[in-house]
């Protein structure tokens, strides 16, 4: 059935599966890239050192498995973002009726001429590339790792942001050190929320992002 909904679900698995089948061939390419430098400097320091038999030899044998597992796991990776995607998409949206569905759609499609839509979109080493659709009733967020959220605009009452300090362990070079960042969450609250636990929210990791996203809610909604 050719309706509003299924055309924009539709958009956004082709949109991760694209964004995962580019991100992995990049991937595939360093990896290629390192496998071809690495046996021609194994090579070149075994033909110095009198030992030809290289490629026939443990080391050759290592380096394919290693290129059979590598494009095993970019398999299953993107495979599996993109199934996440999916199961996200259906659980933010289930308890939604079908009209609902079909006016969120048609608004994120831009079907409705009465109705502004504005898409932001950034991209960090962490969370990849991700977007945010604003429309007068619907927000999402996404991203290529299988991210989806939605906020119900048209019954959120406050919405409110903050600075925090994080602090996770980064370890390397036998080295394991304590490492801490900024971010920037937003929260938002549903109207007969008079509570301090938020109805929905986001963490953003520079301030820009996050102020561009607020932007296009205020330009959309008029707030």
């Not at 509003?4 to 991100?23: D, F, S, V």
């Not at 044998?61 to 970019?74: D, V, Y």
Request: glycine share 8%.
């Amino acid at each position: 059935m050719d309706t509003a909904y299924n055309r924009w679900l539709g958009k956004e698995m082709e949109w991760i599966r694209q964004e995962r089948k580019r991100e992995n061939g990049r991937a595939a390419l360093i990896w290629v890239a390192i496998t071809l430098i690495c046996p021609i400097i194994s090579m070149i320091s075994g033909l110095a050192n009198g030992a030809p038999e290289f490629w026939t030899g443990m080391p050759a044998s290592l380096l394919i498995g290693a290129c059979i597992g590598f494009f095993t796991w970019l398999g299953i990776f993107l495979s599996r973002a993109v199934v996440r995607y999916d199961k996200n998409i259906k659980r933010c949206l289930e308890s939604m009726t079908q009209s609902d569905r079909e006016t969120m759609a048609q608004q994120i499609l831009g079907e409705d001429p009465e109705i502004k839509v504005r898409e932001v979109d950034w991209k960090s080493l962490m969370e990849g590339h991700n977007k945010a659709y604003v429309t007068r009733d619907y927000l999402t967020f996404s991203n290529d790792r299988g991210l989806f959220l939605l906020v119900h605009l048209w019954k959120t009452e406050r919405i409110e942001t903050d600075v925090k300090q994080i602090t996770y362990r980064a370890s390397g070079g036998g080295m394991n050190m304590r490492m801490s960042s900024e971010v920037y969450p937003v929260a938002f609250y549903y109207r007969g929320n008079h509570t301090d636990q938020q109805d929905m929210d986001y963490v953003f990791q520079k301030s820009e992002w996050r102020d561009a996203v607020l932007k296009a809610i205020r330009e959309v909604t008029g707030d």
